[in-house]
């Protein structure tokens, strides 16, 4: 009964209980949980903790301002089922598109200590960007992916062809793709008719339920961020398709990277 009233406080923000703060603090909570008020800042401590409850950090969160959020995000969960149940004939493929640039991108590296940084070495010039496209297999993690200069209303008509080619003996595929204008653009829409793609869309806003973004951290991890290759485009594209190559025939690891091989057992 105490860890709930507890909770059902800290859950609102102070302003609700007429305190002008963003964030509770301990004399705050002392002052709106009537058993918590007589003890000290160290008292209240100690009970919050054995309540289970303690001072963390915030996470940035958003919430899909979707409508059909639960409609789309159960048509996906309804088709990962069936993909389990029969991988032979039925396939879901989560799609997306990235783009990155000749410059490379900041991470954190191994340094010296003191007030030098590890440097991100540009060259001189456009920062040219190349696109990808690609798709990861729910059941198995195989990976199909096109790159080039840019991703368009053709590209992706080719790349539909050829997600048709790699999965023959599918009797439906399911395609999970995010809102981007030309994934519904009539053609691109026909394409996807004709090669016996079916559609789902994510909800807006909800890159979270979305696999493939995992994918794209663990190449911008190993391939993309802080590289020495910014007067060497063609190489940085090369080892871009080796990285995604690496799971053309399907990868445990990657389906484990990515959270879904517990969606297996």
């Given at each position: 009964m105490a860890r709930e009233q507890v909770i059902e406080v800290i859950e609102q923000p102070p302003r609700a209980q007429g305190l002008a703060r963003s964030r509770w603090r301990l004399c705050d909570l002392g002052a709106v949980v009537s058993w918590l008020a007589g003890l000290s800042a160290a008292g209240q401590h100690k009970v919050l903790r054995r309540l289970g409850i303690s001072h963390k950090q915030a996470l940035h969160f958003v919430t899909s301002p979707d409508p059909a959020y639960h409609d789309k995000r159960w048509a996906l969960l309804h088709a990962f089922a069936e993909a389990m149940t029969n991988p032979e004939e039925v396939v879901l493929l989560f799609s997306d598109e990235l783009t990155f640039y000749r410059r490379p991108s900041l991470a954190p590296a191994y340094h010296l200590q003191g007030k030098t940084q590890p440097l991100a070495r540009e060259v001189p010039g456009y920062n040219t960007p190349t696109r990808l496209v690609a798709t990861l297999d729910g059941y198995s993690g195989r990976v199909l992916f096109e790159q080039a200069r840019q991703i368009g209303k053709q590209e992706l008509i080719r790349f539909y062809a050829?997600?048709?080619?790699?999965?023959?003996?599918?009797?439906?595929?399911?395609?999970?793709?995010?809102?981007?204008?030309?994934?519904?653009?009539?053609?691109?829409?026909?394409?996807?008719?004709?090669?016996?793609?079916?559609?789902?869309?994510?909800?807006?806003?909800?890159?979270?339920?979305?696999?493939?973004?995992?994918?794209?951290?663990?190449?911008?991890?190993?391939?993309?961020?802080?590289?020495?290759?910014?007067?060497?485009?063609?190489?940085?594209?090369?080892?871009?398709?080796?990285?995604?190559?690496?799971?053309?025939?399907?990868?445990?690891?990657?389906?484990?990277?990515?959270?879904?091989?517990?969606?297996?057992?």
């Open positions: 050829a997600i048709r080619q790699a999965y023959p003996q599918a009797t439906r595929i399911y395609l999970a793709q995010d809102n981007w204008p030309v994934h519904l653009l009539p053609e691109v829409l026909a394409a996807a008719k004709t090669h016996r793609l079916s559609p789902l869309f994510f909800p807006t806003y909800a890159s979270w339920l979305n696999p493939i973004e995992k994918l794209w951290r663990w190449l911008k991890q190993d391939v993309l961020h802080v590289h020495n290759l910014a007067d060497n485009l063609d190489e940085l594209r090369r080892l871009v398709r080796v990285f995604l190559d690496a799971f053309q025939y399907g990868s445990a690891d990657l389906l484990r990277y990515v959270g879904l091989d517990s969606m297996l057992d």
